[in-house]
């Protein structure tokens, strides 16, 4: 089935910095790469997300890029603020799976002033 | 809109128990998915249902089923709890999963075996 590895497990960066996460995935036939954001005692929120048939996108201060030669895919956060510090989930999912999503571990994003 | 809505959102258990979680999709999806939450394990997919169907199943003994209902309220059951069923489950609606439409979370249940 689907793995996918997600790095770093935690991530701590001044306000004003920009943030990066990765994530690598194994199956080939996956062609849709949520990210979720969650904070604690909620649910997972869709931040963002990208199909395979295109390489980059872009919403405000957050922005996607996917590889699918290499099969890894990043989450971009520029001018980080505090609130955006939260727990940052990748996910994959494809026919092989059902479509069900395959998540990452996690990264612990803390933002500080 | 309303989004997802799980109730309840805390339960305790004891172990050998059964329990019942629900699940609201937000109005005019017709696609629930069960995710369940751990810190050892992260986020694991339960199962999908669709059309009062259950399309897609992950890697969970039998203990752990579900439902829906005509109007797409979703309904999981654990039987026979057992310690290491304590997480947050949560509740993931789209209007469909075959087409990787945006799947919404809700607020989840934490559920606590004793």
């Known amino acids: 089935g689907e793995n996918v590895e997600q790095h770093p497990s935690t991530l701590s960066v001044q306000e004003g910095d920009s943030a990066v996460i990765k994530c690598t995935y194994s199956?080939?036939?996956?062609?849709?790469f949520p990210w979720y954001k969650q904070e604690l005692g909620k649910g997972p929120q869709l931040i963002i997300d990208?199909?395979?048939?295109?390489g980059e996108k872009k919403d405000q201060r957050i922005a996607v890029t996917l590889n699918k030669t290499a099969k890894h895919f990043s989450l971009h956060i520029t001018e980080t603020q505090p609130e955006d510090s939260a727990v940052y989930f990748c996910?994959?999912?494809?026919?092989?799976?059902?479509?069900?999503?395959?998540f990452g571990k996690g990264t612990s994003l803390l933002v500080t002033p | 809109k309303a989004g997802v809505t799980q109730t309840p959102r805390y339960l305790i258990k004891t172990r050998g128990q059964q329990v019942t979680l629900s699940c609201s999709p937000i109005s005019g999806h017709r696609s629930v998915s069960w995710y369940q939450q751990t810190p050892g394990q992260g986020l694991q997919f339960l199962f999908e249902y669709f059309s009062e169907t259950q399309r897609n199943k992950g890697n969970f003994p039998g203990r752990f089923s579900g439902r829906q209902f005509s109007n797409s309220r979703s309904e999981m059951n654990v039987s026979t709890l057992e310690l290491g069923d304590s997480a947050l489950y949560l509740c993931?609606?789209?209007?469909?999963?075959?087409?990787?439409?945006?799947?919404?979370f809700g607020p989840g249940t934490r559920l606590l075996v004793l």
């Open positions: 990208i199909r395979s048939n295109v």
């Open positions: 199956d080939s036939a996956s062609n849709y």
């Open positions: 996910a994959a999912s494809g026919s092989n799976s059902g479509y069900a999503l395959n």
């Open positions: 993931a609606s789209s209007w469909v999963v075959s087409s990787q439409e945006t799947q919404y």
